[in-house]
Structures are given as structure tokens and as C-alpha cells.
């Protein structure tokens, strides 16, 4: 393998599939990046997989002997990254292939230097899982990405909750849906199919899970703007998200995802609107004194002055009271939520106001976003000895 | 006392003192903050003290009941911060003092609402150490920054090392010399007295050690720029630097420092003139590899070629050459230096070219900016067996 490039596409490119590179590999060429050079199409494609999450990426380079060959990725990324702006060469200089221990040396040259670094033949490397037979579905990278950011947060992070840690896609009539739930609070979203497409309507049965680090990942290499339109295909083990010159890979979570729907109540006694911006300021205030203690704030709705008044009392420690102006329908009433879920809803949401709808004190509350996006967040209040 | 001041002032200057706050307080008054307001002159002082550090600060406010008591910093300070901007009353709403513990409630008001904190008595407050008959100098706050800079990085951070941990500050003709060590290089600088100033003669018995935490939080204090001119006062065991409306004390370091003027060569036999950002970014992609070992770089002057080579070698990792064109005098030779310590060097020095200087691959190396600022970075080499 012969190749020359810039240092910005080499740089940018391994930053973007190291994401995927084992922190702790189990075996060491899962701590390498795989470069397959392309003598014909001139282009270089760069991939790494953990065996769960596979990224794959390419990008056009002067290839003048194709080949395929791994290189430690952190090593390999730290020095191309600290390397200036201008061509790069990397050159295997082993016509025979890999020694006996599958090793080879890879040398980078630049204008004033050169490193010499220890690769492994690319036989070993496990190729990243593909789609065949699959299903596929088309989204604009904007609907996706906002999907996405607006479920996330409310993934379980705990790695024994399993299925929980994950995003439930599936697909409805209006689009495609994400859910998150921890068990204790549910964002639920949906998004519409992409113009271009039939829609949710050609892939009825998409219902995957797919872990919450991949999709962070979706996420991360969407916001980087190559493109507009995200394929999404699946087969039961595994989702593959394609755009550009981009793909990424994860395996699935095969839990079955709770029944969350029947959770979310269709009826309200209490409706609020209310800025989304001084709730949070507030609700974030709060939460100083709300931390000493068991994060609870209580949330007192008086119709009489329409207003939301927080409050939050830690002995020892101190008192807090945020009066905030929102339009109240229903009765007055005193309810207490986790601070911490409350504003970690509001901080996803981007309208300038939120509705929350309530029936009693121990039941499900839900905070929506006032506008286009449909956002649905459930947070069961807690239940405080008065 | 009873208050009104602006959540700007309050915030600013609340992060301000809020270095000085012990983080493991040994008594509980020492995680407050000292106010003291007042009436007269419309202003409000705040303390903070961990018994080695201590800072002070001061803005008008309107003070319609002097007074004093003490707040915790950390509570006060999370709370002013997330305030939005606007007026702040303070309030300790108690007429006849601390109750029988020394607590006092103290209410935080802003305009939609309020916070109440348990406050302790200013009684138990330690005075901050102030110095009657010391001696004093002036140095810009410029002059001050940038020897503080030049040299602190060089200061130990082992806590073992003791005087080590702190920087040598002593009066010479030419002005206030800054040096620090850590045992395996040294960093010296003197700066010019400031203009107003009859200048070091006045002030012959400078000549003390100071800990390197207060004085990091001296350039992040002037790094705001309230200031042109910094007062340094000292006796035996304190030295309090002062401007503008704010005051820094910190204890000394008492034991001998070294006498680190003998170790500076006074001849050298090979001088290096080489541009400081090429050798900088040089060294920087040489520690990649150099870390995976010991850190060992190896530079080698050629004066047939004006270049000063870098190399490293980490067996199973791989290895790197650099070639970097410089102006050398005196024959070629090769000696071998701890990566870390020539890349801390280069960062704080800020012009265009450095010059370096040796004898011998076992004797000090010199490290000095070419240009205004009279510093001197003595670095030991490694020995390495070839």
C-alpha cells in the first residue's frame, strides 16, 4: 500500500472512525484502524469496530499501489494530528506482506520527518457486519439528529438495566419514533419520513434498540453536516446508518422494549403553560440547595395568581422559593419531582414554551414542547411526606 | 446588615475569593466567606482564608445596615452565578446577632425570588495576616505575569519537595528575579522594577519562597486586568501582594532554597539558534512515541547541515525522526533530554527564536528566548547508553 494525502482528510477521518476503536481490545488489532487503499477509484476508506460499533469512512487520496493494512489508531492519531497542514505519504515498503508475527512496518512521511510504526496485516481484522436482505428507511439528517438528541437523555446509563440503555426506533403512520426510558422518566418522539420516501408505511416492521453510544455517535458524525438524507437499514441483530461517504455500524439490543405506550395518560385534570427558559433557570437554582438533599423540588400550581411557584427545603442547609408566571387550567395543586429529570427534559426541548399536564400528585406527569416537534416526556413525581 | 448590589458584582467577585476557600475545611467558618459591609462607604468586602492563602475583595453596593457575618462560599456562589443579572438585596434579618450556636440565617432576594442560607457568626472568622512593617515593591502587573509565568512551571508539584513546590522571588540590581526548580531543571527570570519605583536597590532583603498555588492565583487575579501596578510586601513569614481593590496573602516557604546561581554555566562550547515553534511542534509529535517509554528524545546537531535532528526509538511501538533547520556554533554532537521538560520550556517562552547552549551531553543545557525577557531554562540531559 502507496498512498498520498492531506494531513486535514487523515486527520479529520481517524478522529471520526476512532469512536469505534476498543479502549480495551481483547484482541490487538481491534486497537487498529483498517485502511483499504483503492488503486482504481483513488480513494482510501478508513474502518474500526469494537465488535458492537463499527464506523467506516472515505476519502480521495493519490493511490498508487491499492492494498489493506491496519495501524494503531491512538498512536497513529496523535502524531497525523499534531502533523502541519500539507501532503502526507504512508507507505508499507513490504512488498512480501506481513512477517511471520502478521506484523509490518508502516512509515509516514512528512515534508521534515518520518515515523516508523508497528501495523497488522488486515486479514485478521473482522470485517464490519452488512445488510443484505434488509429493510430501508430514509430520513433527512436534521429530523434524525433532532430524534435522536430529544430521546437520548432519558437512556438508562446503569449497564445492568440492559434494553434500557438502548433507543427504541420503530416505525408509525407519521414517521419514525424514538423512545428512551431509565424506568423512571420516558421521552417519546416522532419524526417525519423523509420527503423522498413512502415513508413509515414501506418499513412496518422496524422496531429495533439500538445502544445509546452508537446513536451518540449518529449524532456526533451527523453534526459534522456532510449530508442531508440518513438511511437506515436493519435486520434482526443488527442497524446500519448510511449517508455520504459515511456508515455506521452497531449491533442490537434484543430485549423485548417495554410496552411504553399504555404509560401515557390521555386525559388531564391540570394543564400548564409556562416559558421553558424560567423554568429551567429556576428549576437549575433550585437544584443547588435541591443536591444537599434528595433532589426533590415542589411545585405548587396557584390558579388564583397563575403563577408555578418551586420550592425546596434542605435542613441544615437552606430554603429556596422561584415564583414563575404560567397560565394554569384546572384546580391549584402541590406536586414533587427529581429535579435533576425535570431539567434534563427541559434543556433538550428548543421551544420558547412548554405545556405539563397533570392529573394528581402520585400519578404521570408529561411536559411537551409548544410547537412542531412531537416530543412527549413523562416524569413520574415523587412522593413526599408533607 | 443589609445590602443591595448587582448579581454581577456579587458573582464576579464571589469566583474571585473563592480560591482561597478550603475545599476540606478544618472548622466549618473556613468554607465561608467573610462580608463586611459598609455603610459609610457604600461598599462591600469579601474574605475568603484557608489558613496558607487568603483573598480579599471589595465593590459598592448600597449598604443601609453595616455589618458583618459569614456565608458558605460554595452554596452562596452556585446560586448567585445562576441568578440572571439585575439587583440583589442581602439580609441577615436578625436584629440581635448570631443565636447560641453562631448560626444566622441570611435571606437572598432577587426579583422573583429567594433563598434562604445559615450563615455562621464573623466572630470565629481568622483575620486575614497583614503586614505592618514589612518592606515594599512595585512591579507592573505585566512584569508580574510574565515572570510568575516564566517560571512557575518549573516548580515542583510534589508536596514532599516542600520548598521545591514554591518560587524563589529576590531583589537584584536589575530588578525582581523569579526562579523554581523541581531538581531536574530550573527556570530563572528577572524582571524590570516598575518606572515609578526607585526599583530593587530599596528593597535589598528580598528573598523569599512562595507557594506555587498562590501564585497561580495571583496571574489568574491580574489576568483580569483591574490593575497596572502590584505592591509586594513581605516580612518573615507572609507575603501580601496588593492592587486595585484586592489583596492576596500567602505564608512562606520557610526552609533555605537552593542556591541555584552556581549551577548556571557560564560558557558553553555549542550554541543552537533554532525557531521556537518548529522545535516546539517538533518535540510534540516526537512525545508520542517518546511516552509510550521513558519520555527520552534524542537531538542531534549537525553544523555541516544547519539542522538539529530529533529521534526516538520505542521498540514494539515505533519510532520517529524530525529534522529541524538551525544555526549552530561549535562542533556536532548528540545528547539526549526528558521530552516533557524541553516541551514545558518552549510553551512559556513566547518569541519567534530560542537559543540553546551546552558543553557536554552529561552537563546543563541553557534554554533562553532570543528577544526581550532575561530568562534562563537549565535542563539536565539524560544519559543514555548507545
Not at 502524531?79 to 512480501?96: F, N, Q, T, W
Not at 408505511?201 to 445509546?212: D, F, G, I, N
Not at 435486520?235 to 446500519?240: A, E, K, R, S, T
Not at 433557570?281 to 415542589?298: F, H, M, T, Y
Amino acid at each position: 500500500m502507496k498512498l498520498v494525502c492531506t494531513q486535514t482528510n487523515l486527520s479529520s477521518h481517524l478522529s471520526l472512525v476512532s469512536r469505534a476503536v476498543s479502549s480495551r481490545p481483547s484482541h490487538p488489532i481491534l486497537a487498529n484502524v483498517l485502511f483499504t487503499a483503492n488503486e482504481q477509484t483513488q480513494r482510501v476508506s478508513l474502518s474500526a469496530f469494537d465488535l458492537s460499533l463499527g464506523i467506516q469512512t472515505s476519502f480521495a487520496a493519490q493511490v498508487s499501489e491499492g492494498g489493506t493494512l491496519t495501524i494503531p489508531a491512538k498512536l497513529l492519531g496523535d502524531i497525523v494530528s499534531r502533523l502541519p497542514e500539507g501532503e502526507l505519504a504512508l507507505d508499507d515498503g513490504d512488498e512480501d506482506g506481513p512477517d511471520e508475527n502478521g506484523s509490518i512496518t508502516v512509515t509516514l512521511k512528512y515534508a521534515s520527518g518520518a515515523y516508523q510504526m508497528r501495523g497488522i496485516g488486515a486479514a485478521e481484522f473482522p470485517e464490519l457486519p452488512t445488510i443484505e436482505d434488509g429493510e430501508t428507511a430514509n430520513l433527512s439528517a436534521e429530523a434524525m439528529i433532532e430524534g435522536l438528541r430529544s430521546a437520548l437523555f432519558a437512556a438508562s446509563g446503569d449497564e445492568t438495566k440492559q434494553v434500557l440503555t438502548g433507543v427504541h426506533l420503530s416505525a408509525q403512520d407519521e414517521g419514525l419514533e424514538f423512545a428512551a426510558t431509565d424506568g423512571h422518566r420516558l421521552a417519546v418522539v416522532t419524526t417525519a419520513a423523509h420527503p423522498d420516501d413512502a415513508g413509515a408505511v414501506e418499513m412496518p416492521k422496524l422496531s429495533v434498540t439500538v445502544p445509546a453510544k452508537a446513536l451518540q455517535e449518529v449524532i456526533k458524525m451527523l453534526d459534522r453536516g456532510s449530508s442531508s438524507t440518513v438511511a437506515v437499514k436493519f435486520d434482526p441483530g443488527q442497524i446500519v446508518f448510511e449517508w455520504a461517504d459515511q456508515r455506521l455500524t452497531s449491533r442490537l439490543l434484543e430485549a423485548q422494549y417495554p410496552n411504553y405506550r399504555q404509560l401515557i395518560p390521555r386525559q388531564f385534570a391540570h394543564q400548564v403553560t409556562i416559558d421553558r427558559k424560567a423554568l429551567l433557570s429556576g428549576l437549575e437554582r433550585i437544584s443547588v440547595i435541591a443536591d444537599q438533599r434528595n433532589n426533590i423540588v415542589k411545585m405548587t400550581l396557584s390558579p388564583e395568581s397563575q403563577t408555578a411557584d418551586l420550592s425546596v427545603d434542605a435542613q441544615d442547609v437552606g430554603s429556596g422559593q422561584e415564583t414563575i408566571p404560567a397560565q394554569i387550567t384546572g384546580e391549584g395543586m402541590e406536586v414533587a419531582f427529581n429535579v435533576k429529570y425535570l431539567i434534563e427534559g427541559l434543556k433538550v426541548i428548543n421551544t420558547t414554551e412548554i405545556q405539563i399536564q397533570l392529573n394528581t400528585p402520585t400519578s404521570p406527569a408529561i411536559v411537551s414542547p409548544l410547537g412542531s416537534l412531537k416530543m412527549t416526556y413523562l416524569v413520574m413525581p415523587v412522593q413526599v411526606r408533607s
